[in-house]
């Protein structure tokens, strides 16, 4: 898993959220930590 | 997409309940395959509500009707109970994503879900209707309904 040995630079991505909206990651580069959850829904 | 005289590639999809259907499995009756794009969408919802008010009509002509779709088996699950839905099974044609749609040649690479599309399987395990339909249509029950009767149709 990635940056479980050493710190890694997180892949930029792009993906849309619930309501349509796209949300890029390194749009939060320097003002926010961001928190990814890969969750499976509806379970 | 496959054409009406082929033998329909079997496979084997798990429904809402996790229950495996396994196509060859049903040989002897006729079978709808009715794939839509994506779960949660009006039109889709449209497409699985026809087959499961058909229910009783389709097993009177010993037929049965299968949704597919590339969403997971949790989320159908979720669908269907939202929708109603008790007779009529949906399928995951989720891991390899689109691999049955794909078999079937409706598949769409760029989009990641499979076309509106309704196929028609004989008795002996052949194709006797295929037709695709706009993603934004709602298809006809009546024609495929129709072709189920006849054992036949337009390809």
Known sequence: ?43 | MIKVGTKAPDFALRDQNGKTVRLSALAGKKVLLSFRPMAWTAVCHDQMKSLEENHAQLDEMDSVALGIGVDSVPSNKAWAESMGIRNTRLLADFWPHGAVAGAYGVFREKDGFSERANIVIDEKGKVAFARTYPVAEQPDIEEVLEALRSGGGRG
């Open chain 1, 1 to 43: 898993m990635i940056g479980r040995d050493k710190a890694a630079q997180a892949p930029d991505f792009t993906a849309t959220d619930s309501e349509g909206r796209s949300v890029t990651l390194s749009d939060f580069k320097g003002k926010k930590n961001v928190f990814l959850v890969f969750n499976r829904g509806f379970t």
